[in-house]
């Protein structure tokens, strides 16, 4: 074990194409285990989720499905999110479907358990199969495809990883009775039964016209590298791949091969995807340390070193530093990370068995081809600087048409110093997005305007037209048409640079940034489906794009691209279509069925709907004896539900108080309150002012008591009577839309009685009606129940 437990340490000896296979076979079945969690309503998955949870059967048996089928090990734990908040409402009433496993199994089984919870929400599933190839390219830029055909069709598309099949054990792909062929072909549909068909039917369509105008081109890395990116870069390749709709091709892995191949629909998006393949494997860095003979004799067999030396040494240096380490004919080879690679040299030099031997140290870093008039500076300057001041040689080698290679060498640790004077002269970017209606006027006449930015920050910056974006596709982000690029040395310079540019742009169109917002996954399909209309209003007062996650990833943020000054008005348009819920926990009781479907209850939710657009729901289930000889129902679990738009939210508490005291007037007991007497506002003037009594203010009104006394015209000059009036206004007042108080009394009562948050005749008052014992406030975190299959546990 190594990295504190997070990881594996191999030592492999032997001739070389056998450590390379069993290298290969090392990293393609990786004992590492990966991990990933579903957030899901209790009671979508659990039998009486508040008193005693236990899985519902039905659930139960698909879990065990899909665990056996995927090989995956799925857990159900309680959500560390689980907890009431102030207002004594319980907003997050969810656990965690928790899966883990090896390679492809985690995939392939999240993206079972959300169809399955699809399925349990009466949403129909169905899966279809187009070559893995197509996936990218039918989804469009961005899933931008993708996402219009959800939209019209109110479904789910659940795509599988473009990378399943490159890491992990090999998994049987034949068709077994109970599932889908576990092939990278199947893609998950789920919806309305009519939605489905037509987007499966949209889907071929799409596909087949893309078959006939795919491309592909070829191109070469060095094979450690693509190695290192399937394993350790997984996220890029696929954020690369959906950025591009292209579709990437690898070699096995550790198959020493250095081909891969990029499918996609338009020479623009392949070639950008190779661009960034290349910008990646930049990243990845190669040294070489050379032990070399004090002195040649012939006569003398030549100094090495044994191997349980070697042995010792490449598991410190590996474990100590992260970096991958072979040492074959006399040569220590690092890969890995520029600080990895850097801290092994480090490393290897301060060894007192290298002391015996002359050294050659190389470092080789790539970069891209546009990048080699920037490093090598007027007549190869910059370069003859540092082999001056260091005593290192430089040189360039050509590697393929899109990357360069830099060779960096020297017999000591000056070499050290010289790579970190050439990393100071590397290109440090930054890309954002201009308006090109701006670009004329921040460039200026003859550019003098945009000379004078860049010479004040020493940033040189190009602006793309529609016709150069167009043939670039982006620069490091698809909407990215401006690039700011200066040596490594004078970073700090790109962000003052940008500032200066976006001062020319008005705020409504300057600053183009990613805000992300979390809005729970079970609101997505409806929000792109029935409230599409909704989203394409907001994008055009706003001037920005709603993107939501893949679906396959369970992820709740959806993502708001535009200017600045707009993206928080459209993340506020947005959550007003976004249901806000919100349980209340009641202790058991015989009589609440029946005083739930009485008509005084249906009037007083009316009421509450009608006055604070807050719908309450009576959640009551009773489960029957289970088998052992009591048919008689055992104690229900009882709760309320909440529910309206998040920006009726303030309301709850509101809501939440008149329940309550429904339930005391009914002989209903409740749970105490967490702040019935403790909390209060922020902005209280409660301790301001000396407690007095005033022939101008009204006597405090009780909690039942109507405000019809109250005329629409009065006012008081000191406090805006609209942040107090009492619970039990009258229907006359509805009109006005006052906003209810959290928290505070009317105002008389807020002088009166400073001490007290409601209006209650004594401190006591209805104390009798709360139940003690505030542990059933929550619901204890359960432990998983391990079962009998070692590949589940509940």
Not at 146 to 156: A, D, H, P, R, V
Not at 735 to 755: G, I, M, W, Y
Not at 776 to 782: G, K, M, N, R, S
């Amino acid at each position: 074990m190594a990295d504190q437990g997070r990881g594996w340490n191999f030592h492999v000896t032997g001739p070389y194409q056998q450590v390379m296979q069993t290298r290969g076979t090392i990293l393609k079945e990786c004992p590492i285990q990966h991990r990933a969690a579903i957030k899901v309503m209790r009671s979508e998955i659990l039998d009486s989720p508040l008193s005693a949870p236990s899985l519902k059967p039905d659930v139960r048996r698909r879990l065990d499905e899909i665990a056996s089928e995927t090989l995956a090990h799925i857990a159900v734990v309680n959500s560390p999110l689980s907890n009431a908040g102030w207002t004594g409402l319980e907003t997050e009433r969810v656990c965690e479907l928790v899966v883990t496993g090896q390679g492809d199994s985690v995939d392939l089984a999240r993206v079972r358990l959300l169809v399955m919870l699809d399925e349990l929400s009466g949403l129909h599933a169905e899966y279809c199969e187009i070559d893995q190839k197509l996936h990218a390219i039918v989804a469009g830029k961005k899933r931008s495809m993708l996402q219009s055909i959800q939209e019209e069709t109110g479904t789910n598309i659940y795509y599988p990883s473009p990378l399943q099949g490159l890491v992990g054990p090999d998994i049987d792909v034949t068709v077994s009775s109970s599932g889908p062929p576990r092939t990278p072909n199947v893609i998950w549909i789920t919806g309305e039964f009519f939605g489905v068909q037509r987007a499966r039917d949209m889907l071929f369509q799409v596909s087949t016209n893309k078959t006939k105008s795919v491309i592909s081109r070829d191109t070469a890395i060095l094979p450690r590298k693509l190695d290192w990116m399937v394993t350790d870069r997984a996220d890029d390749l696929k954020t690369i791949m959906s950025d591009n709709a292209t579709f990437i091709q690898f070699p096995p892995l550790g198959s020493s091969t250095s081909l891969i191949t990029v499918f996609g629909d338009h020479r623009v998006n392949v070639q950008r995807t190779i661009r960034s393949i290349m910008q990646l494997a930049c990243q990845f860095y190669v040294a070489s340390f050379w032990l070399l003979p004090v002195q040649y004799n012939v006569l003398l067999p030549p100094t090495t070193l044994n191997a349980s030396q070697v042995s010792t040494l490449l598991k410190q240096i590996s474990i100590s530093t992260g970096a991958e380490v072979v040492f074959k004919s006399m040569c220590f080879e690092m890969h890995g990370l520029e600080q990895e690679v850097r801290a092994a040299v480090g490393m290897i030099l301060e060894l007192d068995v290298i002391k015996n031997f002359h050294h050659e140290i190389r470092f080789q870093i790539e970069l891209a081809n546009e990048h080699r008039e920037f490093i090598s500076g007027k007549k190869n300057g910059k370069i003859n600087k540092i082999m001056q001041t260091t005593n290192v040689k430089i040189k360039f080698e050509t590697f393929n048409d899109h990357n360069f290679l830099i060779d960096i060498a020297g017999p000591d640790g000056s070499v050290l110093q010289g790579l970190s004077l050439l990393q100071e002269e590397l290109p440090a970017e930054m890309s954002f997005h201009v308006p090109e209606a701006y670009h004329k006027r921040i460039i200026g006449v003859g550019g003098r305007s945009i000379q004078r930015i860049m010479k004040k920050y020493g940033v040189y910056v190009k602006f793309s037209n529609a016709e150069e974006f167009a043939s670039l596709g982006g620069y490091n982000d698809n909407d990215d048409n401006v690039i700011a690029r200066t040596p490594a040395k004078n970073a700090i310079n790109l962000d003052n640079l940008k500032q200066s540019v976006m001062e020319l742009v008005n705020p409504k169109d300057k600053d183009y940034v990613n805000e992300t917002v979390s809005i729970p996954r079970r609101y997505h399909r409806t929000l792109l489906g029935e409230k599409s209309i909704f989203i394409r209003d907001i994008e055009t007062k706003t001037n920005s794009h709603v993107r939501f996650p893949d679906k396959e990833t369970a992820s709740d943020v959806v993502t708001i691209f535009g200017p600045e000054s707009q993206v928080q008005i459209a993340v506020t348009m947005l959550l007003e279509h976004v249901p806000f819920e919100a349980d209340m926990v009641v202790p058991s009781s015989p009589d609440l069925p029946r005083v739930c479907a009485s008509a005084d209850f249906i009037a007083f939710v009316e009421r509450v709907k009608r006055e604070l657009q807050v719908a309450i729901t009576p959640n009551i289930k009773s489960h029957i004896g289970n088998g052992n000889g009591s048919g008689a129902d055992t104690p229900s679990d009882y709760s309320f539900k909440f529910r309206c738009q998040r920006s009726n939210s303030d309301f709850l508490v509101t809501a939440r108080e008149m329940l309550e005291q429904f339930l005391i007037n009914h002989n209903i007991h409740v749970y105490p309150s967490p702040t019935a007497h403790t909390h209060k506002r922020g902005d209280s003037f409660a301790e301001a002012f000396p407690h007095f009594d005033s022939k101008v203010l009204s006597a405090a009104r009780t909690r039942g008591q109507l405000v019809n006394s109250f005329p629409d015209r009065y006012f008081l000059s000191l406090f805006v009577l609209t942040e107090s009036i009492d619970l039990g206004r009258s229907d006359g007042m509805v009109e006005r839309r006052l906003r209810l108080a959290s928290s505070s009394p009317d105002v008389k009562a807020l002088f009166n009685s400073p001490s007290y948050i409601y209006n209650l005749e004594t401190h006591d008052d209805s104390q009798a009606s709360y139940m003690s014992g505030s542990s059933q406030d929550y619901w204890t975190p359960l432990a998983p129940i391990v079962s009998p299959c070692p590949c589940r546990s509940y």
